[in-house]
């Protein structure tokens, strides 16, 4: 039976959110959408490349607002409102990240896929874009960059 009778007793669809420094677990954001009402699962996992914008990354971290989780939260909530959203969950990493390290993973279980697909995207888009999360790169030439909310 896993986690999927457990978790349709809970009624609220937001099941995950979390702003934390430790790495991410995949399963761990999946087990926590699971819902035996769900005919649909999508999970997207944002990872550290080795590059942006023609340049070499070598190093990255994460910083956050103290208001980042209640952020998230209100996302969060508006998802829920506009998709019929029978479970969510997200969780983004912050500190020190390598390359390939998972920074942000994002799932929704839905009745069907396509909604699932369309509540997961609006979800990782509002969050990349209104959650008050910076990222400091640093190339393998020796420059820095700083890009923040509203424009990483």
Not at 27 to 41: H, I, K, M, N
Not at 107 to 136: M, N, Q, T, Y
Request: overall charge negative.
């Amino acid at each position: 039976m896993g986690n999927h009778g457990v978790m349709s007793e809970n009624h609220d669809p937001i099941r995950l959110l979390a702003i934390r420094e430790a790495p991410l677990s995949l399963d761990e954001v999946y087990e926590a959408v699971g819902d035996d009402a769900a005919g649909g699962t999508t999970v997207f996992v944002g990872t550290v490349r080795d590059h942006d914008g023609g340049k070499s990354v070598s190093a990255l971290e994460y910083s956050c607002h103290p208001t980042a989780e209640d952020e998230m939260r209100r996302i969060a909530e508006k998802v829920v409102a506009d998709f019929p959203v029978k479970a969510l969950a997200a969780v983004h990493r912050v500190g020190r990240l390598e390359i390939t390290d998972k920074a942000v993973i994002v799932a929704v279980s839905c009745a069907h896929r396509g909604e699932a697909f369309a509540a997961a995207r609006r979800l990782i888009d509002d969050l990349k874009h209104e959650v008050p999360i910076w990222k400091h790169q640093v190339f393998a030439d020796g420059e820095e960059e700083w890009v923040g909310a509203g424009g990483c």
